[in-house]
């Protein structure tokens, strides 16, 4: 491992320690993969937990070294609890589908976890307070925190960063052969000439082309997203040429309000750990009249299939869902169309 994954490690593990809520918590890591995995990402954590100066143990076993909070080796607050129960201030750090299946009183405090593509337990992702992708042993990245852990957000633009900074380089390899499907969403929009256009999540800028040509010369292309090595793909594309490029989180927008005449979304919102505020920061900065497209260039079953899992009809941007929360956040779904080759929600700012 080198030490940029050993930091990433540390990275993921130390911001899940400090999510912990205080007092005594039983925790339970489990997850696809096997029963290996659970248990060493249990060790790690509770080693985490250690050096971050609180009372921790494993399950079934004694104190962790190290715990408590001068650092010490004495045993955890209550002693040697049952397998589950937490001591006055202990973590227990439980790992795998036995215990899962065998909760202490009144269930676990804080379910992890961890994603990997083969194996999926979709029901068992749903229900968990933290997922953490593992997908890539060397590079865990965190991908959801319910809101009663997530604290004041900032885990958000860090992991999403670590996500897609190792994959820039080769996204457009990937999915280079979207160009067509973008442009024709942008088509769509109905965009006017001089008009001021922002990518929100530009990514590798796929749209980018697309939005200043519509816009045309006496318009503005803003592109901005979390992270820069996507924005430096975008730039070594020759996709930047006549737009503004920007290193910002969508959720906190540096602009005024009815600035932008058009928000073009791709693959963003239903991602935003809180997607009504989310839409309603992008309500905020457009103009009433103003546009906003909500794309993938593929359809939701399609995704879904490609991702192993089945589609359902609370997803986000299931129809049934999606057309109330715009309504709510300031905007009025015009048109939603959800086909093999693309998704792609039209709407109008209220």
């Known amino acids: 491992m080198t030490s940029?994954?050993?930091?990433?490690w540390e990275t993921v593990l130390d911001t899940l320690a400090g999510m912990l809520p205080?007092?005594?918590?039983?925790?339970?890591v489990d997850g696809a993969g096997g029963e290996d995995v659970p248990r060493l990402f249990a060790d790690r954590l509770a080693a985490s937990v250690s050096a971050a100066g609180r009372r921790g143990r494993r399950a079934g076993a004694g104190p962790t070294a190290g715990a408590g909070p001068a650092g010490g080796a004495g045993p955890a607050a209550g002693g040697d609890t049952p397998d589950g129960a937490a001591g006055a201030g202990t973590?227990?750090?439980?790992?795998?589908?036995?215990?899962?299946?065998d909760s202490p009183p009144g269930g676990w405090d804080v379910v992890v976890w961890?994603?990997?593509?083969?194996?999926?337990?979709?029901?068992?992702e749903r229900g968990a307070d933290v997922v953490v992708d593992v997908d890539d042993p060397a590079w865990p990245v965190i991908r959801r925190v319910a809101a009663r852990l997530a604290g004041d957000g900032s885990w958000f633009a860090r992991e999403t960063d670590a996500f897609f900074s190792v994959r820039a380089a080769t996204w457009d390899a990937k999915f280079g052969d979207d160009l067509p499907?973008?442009?024709?969403?942008?088509?769509?929009?109905?965009?006017?000439?001089?008009?001021?256009?922002l990518d929100a999540g530009c990514g590798?800028?796929?749209a980018l082309p697309a939005l200043r040509d519509a816009v045309g010369p006496a318009g503005r292309v803003i592109g901005l997203d979390l992270t820069p090595l996507m924005l430096r793909a975008a730039r070594e594309a020759g996709r930047a040429v006549g737009v503004t490029l920007l290193v910002a989180d969508a959720r906190h927008l540096s602009v005024a309000n009815g600035a932008v005449d058009a928000v073009f979304a791709a693959g963003l919102v239903h991602h935003l750990p809180d997607m009504a505020a989310g839409l309603a920061e992008l309500a905020r900065i457009s103009r009433p009249g103003g546009r906003l497209a909500i794309f993938h260039p593929s359809g939701r079953a399609a995704l879904a299939a490609r991702h192993g899992r089945a589609l359902r009809p609370d997803e986000p941007l299931a129809a049934g869902r999606l057309g109330p929360m715009l309504a709510a956040s300031g905007w009025h779904l015009d048109s939603y169309d959800d086909a093999a080759h693309r998704f792609l929600a039209l709407a109008t700012r209220g």
Do not use: I, K, N, S
């Open 204 to 206: 590798t800028g796929r």
């Open 114 to 124: 961890l994603h990997t593509r083969a194996g999926r337990d979709e029901e068992g």
């Open 22 to 28: 205080p007092g005594a918590v039983r925790v339970l």
């Open 181 to 197: 499907a973008y442009a024709a969403a942008v088509r769509a929009m109905g965009l006017r000439a001089g008009a001021v256009a």
């Open 91 to 101: 973590v227990v750090l439980a790992d795998g589908p036995r215990r899962r299946a």
């Open 4 to 8: 940029e994954q050993a930091g990433r």
